[in-house]
């Protein structure tokens, strides 16, 4: 499956195989259970991994314009079923011709964006700093 995944969860990947093993040992003899192993020691030392791959992940979920137009064309009821706010965009343009209610929601699509990006960078930082 390596060739299926984005760059950003090949990063992940890369993250998670270089934690070091002298950390994990140093848990286990401090006496920490495989559970508390995960929580304390390795969930923190991926975290900046982590907080990548879920902002790329989110945005691309976001903008997944191709996959869409790709797997459903223009034919059919699916076309006018599918609801991501990308393709309503796309709709706006090519059917409505509607170039003002497209660009309304192209910034409604970016405000959305930066908003869930905002919230997971603060989330992120909030756990860096009870990790210090």
Known sequence: MAGL???AQRRSRTQQVR?????LEAAIVD?????????????PLL???????????????????GQIDVLIGTG????VHTNVLI???YQTIEIRSNYGLAACYSIAL?????A?????????QRGQDRAL
């Open 47 to 65: 975290a900046p991994s982590i907080y990548v791959t879920v902002i790329v992940a989110t945005i691309g979920a976001l903008q997944g314009f």
């Open 110 to 114: 970016f405000v959305i964006t930066l």
């Open 116 to 124: 869930v990006t905002l919230a997971q960078l603060r989330l992120w």
């Open 76 to 79: 059919g009821s699916a076309f």
């Open 87 to 89: 393709y309503l965009v």
């Open 5 to 7: 995944e984005s760059p």
């Open 31 to 43: 006496g920490a259970s495989a559970w508390q192993r995960l929580w304390k020691v390795t969930v």
């Open 19 to 23: 934690l070091s093993d002298e950390v």
